[in-house]
């Protein structure tokens, strides 16, 4: 598995190395300084937060519920060096171990693509990663990732990313990474692990948005189709899609996920 794991880790750094050919220089005090208030903030919400220095794909800081997540204790499991990301890294189950290198690459190609204007402001989600802990439990993660420093082309150089555990919310076997970029007009991109496809649009449309905000308001299918106008058919075949398209468990998860990433 280290072999393998290393040969992953070589392929992103040659395409790093080809997105950044300058040196990033990431102040790793300024950062470490603020850690006590992070790990604070990140323990009272049962989260396990990862600074990542990008360009180095070296992890700065590992903060919150470390024994919760990875089985080790944060010692053990290391900070600020190498051996923490081989950790992080081995703990992906076979079937997603692909999920770091498909995730860095997926970002990079989304960043040359996207204008300038669009990047000042980033927010990118992934979700449904299976996961293994030292002990063998098994978990399927959600991730957030803020990009908090960037270079002059406006690519992240240093990204928080924060983890939750969202195993009780998820069927079948694949994941999900959402990208979204801008303030105002944005551009939205989202990656389908099962169709290994991209796809511009949002996970859920705006009338399929509409059906579950009133869902979201305990509103039934018939006071639903009602209120749209709609048949009730219709409401049901648009809560089973977006239950397909985005891997949730049933509606009451798709809530949690949607509001998780911001769409209600």
Not at 153 to 162: A, E, H, I, R, W
């Amino acid at each position: 598995m280290h072999r393998e794991i290393e040969n992953i880790l070589r392929k992103l750094y040659e395409t790093l190395e080809r997105f950044y050919p300058e040196d990033v220089k990431i102040d790793d005090k300024k950062y470490l300084e603020k850690s006590g208030l992070i790990n604070l903030l990140n323990n009272r919400q049962g989260n396990l937060t990862l600074l990542i220095d990008v360009k180095q794909l070296r992890v700065v800081q590992v903060s919150g519920s470390v024994q919760k997540y990875t089985g080790y204790k944060p010692a053990e499991f290391g900070g600020n060096n190498d051996k923490a990301l081989i950790k992080f890294m081995s703990m992906f189950a076979p079937e997603h171990r692909s999920f770091i290198g498909n995730f860095v690459t997926w970002i990079l190609n989304i960043e040359k693509t996207v204008p300038i204007k669009y990047k000042s402001r980033q927010f990118i989600n992934a979700w449904g990663m299976k996961l293994l802990n030292k002990n063998g439990r098994s978990m399927r993660w959600h991730m957030n990732i803020i990009p908090i420093e960037f270079n002059v082309q406006k690519n992240p150089t240093l990204v928080m990313m924060s983890i939750q555990e969202i195993t009780h919310l998820v069927k079948g076997d694949d994941y999900c990474i959402r990208g979204v970029f801008g303030k105002k007009n944005k551009k939205t991109f989202v990656f389908y692990s099962n169709e290994e496809r991209t796809i511009d649009n949002e996970i859920v449309s705006e009338r399929e948005r509409e059906v579950l905000q009133y869902i979201s308001q305990g509103l039934e299918t018939k006071l639903i189709a009602d209120e749209m106008k709609i048949s009730s058919n219709t409401v049901d075949n648009h809560r089973r899609n977006m239950l397909a398209r985005t891997g949730m468990r049933d509606t009451t998860a798709l809530i949690q996920l949607c509001r998780m990433v911001g769409i209600i």
